[in-house]
């Protein structure tokens, strides 16, 4: 499974974005998709996964209520809606496809996007 995310960018605090991450090869709707960021000096962190079905989701504890994750197993395409957008939200965003229960609790996944820049100016 090949994953490319994009949709990033500089937005001020506040504001929003919603990243995107288009599948290719495999069979997108057998995955479960999660995102992941990394920001300067951190570590990798769980973002959001969503299961291949679409009717469950689960959120990173802090970012529940301003990020929402969703997809179109159609147009094979996960979302990343961010709102109220925070400095410290800035961080390399990545796709990713694998397990929904791997992803969430383990924070590993088997396939990564190349990631797509967010930064958020205060």
């Known amino acids: 499974v090949q994953l490319q995310a994009s949709g990033g960018g500089l937005v001020q605090a506040g504001g929003s974005l919603r990243l995107s991450c288009a599948a290719s090869?495999?069979?997108?709707?057998?995955?479960?998709m999660g995102w992941f960021r990394q920001a300067p000096g951190k570590e990798h962190e769980f973002v959001a996964a969503?299961?291949?079905?679409?009717?469950?989701?689960y959120y990173a504890d802090s970012l529940k209520g301003r990020f929402t994750i969703s997809r179109d197993n159609a147009k094979k395409t996960v979302y990343l809606q961010m709102n109220s957008l925070k400095p410290e939200d800035t961080a390399v965003y990545y796709c990713?496809?694998?397990?929904?229960?791997?992803?969430?609790?383990?924070?590993?996944?088997?396939?990564w996007g190349q990631g797509t820049q967010v930064t958020v100016s205060s």
């Open positions: 990713a496809a694998g397990s929904f229960d791997t992803m969430r609790f383990r924070g590993t996944a088997e396939y």
């Open positions: 090869g495999g069979t997108f709707s057998n995955y479960g």
């Open positions: 969503i299961h291949w079905s679409g009717a469950s989701t």
